[in-house]
């Protein structure tokens, strides 16, 4: 029997306690902090999941055998190699091949190093190195921070005023703290993204499934980047030559990579590719589930999501296969609108008590006086799973209409881009 305690507090971690809660082996399930929704099926516990010491004394004086991480945070303050030192199975990848994600430079670098395909970068450290790569490799020009901005560290450049408002962003007003100390310019490749998600043991590995993330605040990728406000999977543009290209030039060589390194990769691993002339090169890699994509994929898995966790901790991939239901999932992010930049919480969310058979995902919620209210940007994943792709969209914005709380704001065209691929696959 296992006693989990599971890290984090958006919809990724409620999808995650959902998946482990199913399975009869899971004697008890805390989560830390946890939300509202994820209450319901785990015990929320009020911990800092940044601080080591006191996660360490939780999981002694309850008994705790497994620990799941979440989000990137605790993986970069290496809490897996902590929890290693002190005989305790905990799931994700150490704090140095957390770099992958942590730090755009080391993943790109290593990139380089290992001749995995991706655009055109250079480190820069001030304003005037940035100017001078503008004339080399002219609009657009993206922008990322080098460490972690939730999501929210990379912008795209069309013109002088965007750069130089990024710049300001960046390295005046240090909008991303730390995080943009240095930064990774980039050329801006176009094509189509899609995120593939693999599972690794630090020997081998298995895609788990596609899916394609729709990053901007508003309806046809306009506005600001954000957390993610919808996704949709499996993504029809994933198809089996493309699969074989990311196997073979992405995935079996950054793996190596990090053995290489002595840092062999366990956990998830979730490639962000952009496809231009049917060629896959990683845009980035996250060492975690996507928020909202964890939302789709881990619905869709048939097969018991511990045994994923133990036989990633365990290196005994190669003798688990994993089921996948074939149906599409769609996910609505529900959000608060200001949304990725002010907004006001606290708000009143009615609509929820008529979804008991449906799956809602809970990520900035909390209660108030016995009812749900606001308490971050990203308030709900409403999540719907069909054959059909359009039945599964019209159904996850079915749901989206009858929860509501003042100033909900959501993206109306989720999942739309498939039907392009979809038509392909059909002439």
Not at 19 to 47: E, M, Q, Y
Not at 377 to 400: E, Q, S
Request: charged content about 25%.
């Amino acid at each position: 029997m296992y006693n989990i305690l599971l890290l984090g507090s958006g919809g990724r971690e409620h999808s995650i306690a959902w998946a482990l809660s199913k399975d009869k082996r899971v004697k008890n399930l805390f989560c830390a902090p946890g939300n509202a929704g994820i209450s319901s099926i785990a015990k929320s516990v009020p911990i800092n999941i940044l601080d080591n010491d006191l996660l360490y004394d939780f999981v002694i004086k309850n008994s705790i055998n497994l620990v799941v991480v979440g989000p990137e945070q605790p993986l970069e303050n290496g809490v897996v190699n902590y929890f290693n030192d002190k005989g305790i199975q905990i799931f994700g990848p150490n704090e140095y091949a957390s770099q992958l994600e942590t730090s755009k430079l080391f993943a790109r670098y290593i990139m380089e190093e290992s001749n995995i395909p991706q655009p055109a970068f250079f480190e820069c450290n001030d304003e005037l190195e940035i100017f001078s790569l503008k004339n080399k490799l002219g609009f657009p020009l993206v922008l990322k921070a080098d460490g972690l901005a939730a999501g929210k560290g990379v912008i795209i450049c069309n013109n002088d005023d965007e750069l130089n408002k990024a710049i300001d962003d960046m390295f005046t007003n240090k909008k991303f703290g730390k995080a943009s100390t240095k930064i990774s310019v980039e050329e801006c490749l176009k094509g189509e993204e899609v995120s593939v998600f693999v599972i690794c043991d630090g020997e081998n590995y298995k895609i788990i499934n596609s899916a394609q993330d729709h990053k901007r605040i508003y309806d046809n990728d306009q506005g600001p980047n954000t957390g993610g406000m919808g996704a949709y999977s499996p993504a029809p543009q994933f198809n089996n030559k493309l699969r074989k290209k990311v196997e073979n030039n992405i995935i079996k060589p950054i793996l190596s990579a990090m053995r290489d390194r002595g840092n062999p990769y366990k956990g998830f691993l979730y490639i962000g590719i952009m496809v231009e002339n049917n060629e896959p090169y990683v845009i980035e890699f996250n060492v975690r589930l996507g928020d909202p994509e964890a939302q789709v994929i881990i619905p869709l898995i048939k097969s018991s999501f511990l045994d994923i966790i133990l036989s990633s901790i365990n290196g005994t991939l190669n003798n688990f296969e994993i089921e996948l239901d074939d149906k599409y999932a769609v996910t609505v992010v529900l959000a608060a609108d200001g949304y990725p930049e002010s907004y006001e919480k606290g708000k009143e969310i009615s609509g929820l008590n008529n979804l008991d058979s449906d799956i809602v995902f809970h990520a900035g919620t909390d209660i108030k006086n016995g009812k749900f209210i606001t308490n971050g940007g990203r308030v709900l994943n409403v999540v719907a799973l069909n054959k059909n792709l359009k039945f599964a969209i019209d159904h996850a914005y079915t749901l989206a209409s009858k929860i509501n709380f003042d100033n909900k704001y959501f993206r109306k065209d989720i999942a739309s881009k498939a039907f392009k691929y979809l038509k392909e696959q059909d002439s």
